[in-house]
């Protein structure tokens, strides 16, 4: 009965495997500037987030119809459980898999956002320092904008 629901879960923490070594490997993309590699991992991540919705979708669909079938007004793994104690328990145990993996992930995410912070940080000190801010005014005594900033030169 909860078949179909097995596998979809176990697609989808087959899934969350390739996507944490993936960004496993991301850090090392963060520190060596490789912006080809970066952008290959914002297109990575974007399908890995269709797939995983798109699974979701197909996994809460499945586990409705489980529950339909046994005549239980929602699927709850406790409800599930009740009827298919087998099946359920086997669900449950990946189901705890995937919610590990969503944990790492996540972990994963939160220091790629700090060394992403740092190296943008440092793309823009070099940015600085190739194209330092003005320290002229205009006629009016405003700083200059970088826009202003060019080789015309008045006859005042």
């Not at 960004?23 to 912006?35: F, H, K, V």
């Not at 952008?39 to 979701?56: C, D, I, K, P």
């Not at 009827?83 to 669900?91: C, F």
């Not at 995410?109 to 992403?116: E, I, K, S, T």
Request: aromatic share 4%; hydrophobic share 45%.
């Amino acid at each position: 009965m909860l078949e179909e629901a097995l596998a979809i879960t176990v697609e989808l923490r087959r899934v969350l495997e390739s996507e944490v070594e993936r960004s496993r490997t991301e850090r090392e993309t963060l520190r060596s500037l490789d912006s080809d590699r970066i952008f290959a991992g914002v297109a990575a991540r974007a399908a890995f987030n269709a797939e995983v919705a798109e699974l979701e979708g197909r996994l809460s669909g499945s586990l409705a119809r489980a529950a339909g079938r046994i005549g239980a007004p929602e699927a709850t793994l406790a409800r599930l459980a009740e009827r298919v104690p087998a099946e359920t328990s086997a669900l449950s145990r990946v189901l705890a898999d995937v919610k590990a993996l969503a944990g790492a992930l996540a972990e994963l995410d939160r220091l790629n956002l700090m060394l992403a912070g740092r190296a943008l940080a440092c793309v823009q000190s070099y940015l600085t320092a190739l194209h330092p801010p003005l320290a002229a005014y205009d006629r009016r005594g405003v700083r200059a904008t970088v826009g202003s900033r060019g080789t015309t030169w008045s006859k005042v």
